[in-house]
Nanobody
């Protein structure tokens, strides 16, 4: 069992930066690939980024590529999502998730076994 807690929610302006953190507790964190997803009101949950167990391989959704960076510190049981050049369309609840068997950097919600409660990010224009 893994418990995930996101932090770093905020209200920012377009063009600003924000860093989200996902702290894990429970079983060995390095055993899991970790992903970030987001969900805006009335929309489906969208893949944002994923990072492999060792942290060497990453994958990004097309809408955030070149603006967001995912990283992890297994010694601290934490995954980060650095978000730069934020846009109003980035406004959503952001979730981190952990995957036991979904491959190196899974990008589908059904590949993930554990989810955090989500954190709100609002970008004003």
């Amino acid at each position: 069992q893994v418990r995930l807690v996101e932090s770093g929610k905020g209200l920012v302006q377009a063009g600003d930066s924000l860093r989200l953190s996902c702290a894990a507790s429970g079983r060995t964190f390095s055993s899991y690939a970790v992903g970030w997803f987001r969900q805006a009101p009335g929309k489906e949950r969208e893949f944002v980024a994923a990072i492999s167990r060792g942290g060497k391989i990453t994958k990004y959704g097309d809408s955030v590529k070149d603006r967001f960076t995912i990283s992890r510190d297994n010694a601290k049981n934490t995954v980060y999502l650095q978000m730069n050049s934020l846009k109003p369309e980035d406004t959503a609840v952001y979730y981190c998730a952990a995957s036991e068997t979904g491959g190196l950097t899974p990008d589908m919600t059904y590949d993930y076994n554990y989810w955090g409660q989500g954190t709100q990010v609002t970008v004003s224009s």
